[in-house]
C-alpha cells in the first residue's frame, strides 16, 4: 500500500511540474473617472477571483485604488485579463515575471497613447 502512495505522489507531482502555467497583463478600471490599473500577475484567474471577493465585501483589492474606491465604491470598478502569456518549460520563474513586467509596461504605454489615465 505505501508504494503504491509513493507511485501516486510521484504521478501528482510530474503532472504538477508539467501542468501550463498561464499568467497574464491585469487591468482594473474606474467607470467613473476612466482611470486604469495595468499590473503583471503571475495567476490572472486568480486576480480576478481576489477582484470579486474585495468587490463583494467591499475592501479595496489594491492600495492605490483606495480613495476612488472609498469615494464611487467598489460597484465601479471592473477587472479585465488584457493579454495572457504562457510559461516557458525551461523559464525560471524570475525570468517569468520579468516578462510579464515587461508586457505591462508595453500596455500602460499603449493605454496612455490612447489618453487613458493610468494609477
Same mark, same amino acid.
Given at each position: ?6 507511485? =501516486?505522489?510521484? /504521478? ?16 482594473? =478600471? ?8 495595468? @499590473? /503583471? ?7 480576478? *477571483? =481576489? ?6 465585501? *467591499? ?12 469615494? @464611487? ?11 495572457? %502569456? ?13 516578462? %510579464?513586467? /515587461? ?17
Amino acid at each position: 500500500m505505501t508504494m503504491a502512495r509513493t507511485e =501516486r505522489e510521484r /504521478a501528482l507531482l510530474a503532472a504538477y511540474k508539467t501542468r501550463k502555467v498561464v499568467g497574464g497583463v491585469c487591468a482594473i =478600471r474606474s467607470t467613473q473617472t476612466g482611470r486604469t490599473l495595468v @499590473y /503583471a500577475a503571475p495567476n490572472p484567474e486568480g486576480q480576478r *477571483n =481576489r477582484f470579486r471577493f474585495s468587490v463583494s465585501t *467591499n475592501t479595496c483589492v489594491q492600495a492605490v485604488l483606495a480613495a476612488d474606491w472609498r469615494r @464611487y465604491g467598489p460597484e465601479s470598478f471592473t477587472f479585465q485579463v488584457l493579454e495572457e %502569456l504562457e510559461r516557458e518549460p525551461e523559464q525560471t520563474e524570475a525570468a517569468f515575471r520579468a516578462d %510579464l513586467e /515587461a508586457l505591462a509596461e508595453i500596455w500602460r504605454e499603449k493605454l496612455a497613447e490612447t489618453g487613458t489615465p493610468l494609477y
